[in-house]
């Protein structure tokens, strides 16, 4: 923990898309309102969206702005072309973070895949009857933030901690690579430079 500990203290979350928490409907009663945006949440973690939740009075035009798009999930819209995209298992849940210092940009993959207990409603017996399915063959095609290249990718589980570099490809503002094969964590660290 503490040699990855740039990973997780005081980074915050790099999203293209915000979806809006409808605590005003939610004030006025309307529970259904809740629903539907329960069902669009799962709707982007299923496409692997990169996303971010905030209630929608804290919405201000600053952080509207820092966004692609904002989904408020009573009123049914389209994705913007051009996102980031993940080919994964609806299994592998995919997250994005900009560490408090350095220039870099972590994707988090977390894979849920196992091999389910014998009995239906058993959640098992613990971390010994835990038999996560290895997922190969993620592909990536990100969007780089503007003004910044990519100057290295590197990757690691926490099987294999020791960080391997990945081969990628650069390309109209986005860069494109494929994950080994990992159990159930794995994190891509994209070191940005300016261009």
Known sequence: ??????????????????????????????????????????????????????????????????????????KPQDLPTGLSSFKAPTT????????????????????YNRE?????????GGIKDEKPIAVDGVSVDFVVPKGMKVSKIRFSTPENPEASALEHVVKDGRVQFTLPSFLVYAVVRLELAKE
Do not use: C, W
């Open 92 to 111: 592998v849940r995919v997250s994005a973070n900009r560490p408090a210092t350095g220039n870099e940009i972590d994707l988090h993959f977390v894979n």
């Open 1 to 74: 923990l503490a040699n990855n500990d740039v990973l997780y203290r005081d980074n915050q979350a790099h999203a293209e898309v915000l979806l809006l928490y409808p605590r005003t409907k939610v004030h006025q009663g309307d529970v259904e309102a809740v629903d539907a945006f329960k069902k669009l949440g799962k709707q982007l973690l299923d496409q692997h969206i990169l996303f971010d939740i905030l209630p929608d009075e804290r919405l201000t035009t600053a952080k509207r702005l820092s966004y692609r798009m904002v989904l408020d999930a009573t």
């Open 116 to 124: 389910e207990p014998a009995k239906k409603r058993s959640p098992g």
